[in-house]
């Protein structure tokens, strides 16, 4: 089992930057796909970033350029820059893990950005 928790969502004007943050624990995360999801009412989860082992990291379209993914596998944690936030942006933040073929999911965090 991994246990992923979430942080650093909030309320955020457009332009701002804002940083989430995932730490997991339960069992190491180096040998699993990490990821940011995201989930706005009303609309289907979706892939925001994510970091395949010994691939480069893959983005959603309208976030490439804006947003980074990074992970630490010493500190169990994988980070979401998220830079030049839009409203389009405001979504619940959803952390990954596929590990041995099984989806972890966290709880989620709330990123609002207003104009």
């Known amino acids: 089992q991994v246990q992923l928790v979430e942080s650093g969502g909030g309320l955020a004007q457009a332009g701002d930057s804002v940083r989430l943050s995932c730490v997991a624990s339960?069992?190491?995360?180096?040998?699993?796909?990490m990821g940011w999801y995201r989930q706005a009412p009303g609309k289907q989860r979706e892939m925001v970033a994510r970091?395949?082992?010994?691939?480069?990291?893959q983005y959603k379209d309208s976030v490439k350029g804006r947003f980074t993914i990074s992970r630490d596998n010493a500190k169990h944690t994988v980070d979401l820059q998220m830079d030049n936030v839009q409203p389009e942006d405001t979504a619940v933040y959803l952390c990954?893990?596929?590990?041995?073929?099984?989806?972890?999911w966290g709880q989620g965090t709330q990123v609002t950005v207003s104009s």
């Open positions: 970091e395949l082992r010994g691939a480069p990291p």
């Open positions: 990954n893990a596929q590990l041995q073929g099984v989806d972890y």
């Open positions: 339960g069992r190491p995360i180096g040998d699993a796909a």
